[in-house]
């Protein structure tokens, strides 16, 4: 058995823009540059075969769902699950304020490299805790009818599990794609 995964990342924000955290409690929508790049990432999904998508409950990445969803004429489904992470207290401070306030905890979260897989902002979801919640989701789409499937989420969330299966992302933009396949029964990343 094979599954094709398109794992993207929602469209920008005004608080991507502002490089202002959202994480999973602030509901923010796409502003009009996040609209046009989630036409664009339809545009590049068109000839991929794509049969459902499923979206995070969040309207940033339900609305990128929609357009891409619209313009390959397949169903958009929510799993809540495949929401942003929880950023506990974080959530809704500039970047830079993250990084002064929490600078110990901020270096690790980024840190591709660290073992500590355990690091979380106050209040929040660990690494762990997000590829747990991420893999399971993947897990149970493995028992789906549709062999290539499109998944709209966020950044924290495809980082972590994408890291947890080996791979790493390093910066990830709005509207960033990965092709992730499952085959005998092991994961894979693809151009």
Not at 14 to 26: L, T
Not at 120 to 130: D, L, M, N
Request: contains cysteine.
């Amino acid at each position: 058995m094979r599954k094709d995964f398109y794992i993207f990342r929602h469209g920008e924000t005004d608080y991507n823009k502002n490089k202002r955290w959202q994480g999973c409690g602030i509901d923010s929508p796409l502003n009009e540059n996040g609209i046009n790049q989630a036409k664009e990432l339809a545009e590049k999904l068109l000839h991929k075969d794509i049969q459902i998508i499923y979206s995070s409950g969040l309207k940033r990445a339900i609305k990128t769902a929609e357009i891409v969803a619209d313009e390959l004429g397949v169903e958009n489904k929510i799993i809540t699950d495949l929401h942003e992470a929880n950023l506990g207290q974080t959530e809704g401070m500039l970047k830079e304020e993250v990084a002064e306030k929490f600078s110990d905890i901020f270096s690790l979260w980024y840190d591709e490299d660290t073992d500590d897989w355990d690091i979380c902002f106050p209040e929040g979801e660990s690494k762990r805790q997000i590829f747990n919640r991420m893999y399971k989701v993947f897990e149970s789409l493995l028992q789906t009818k549709e062999s290539v499937i499109g998944i709209a989420s966020h950044g924290a969330a495809i980082r972590y599990l994408l890291l947890g299966l080996g791979y790493r992302t390093g910066k990830m933009e709005n509207c960033q794609m990965f092709h992730l396949v499952f085959e005998d029964n092991n994961w894979r990343l693809e151009d």
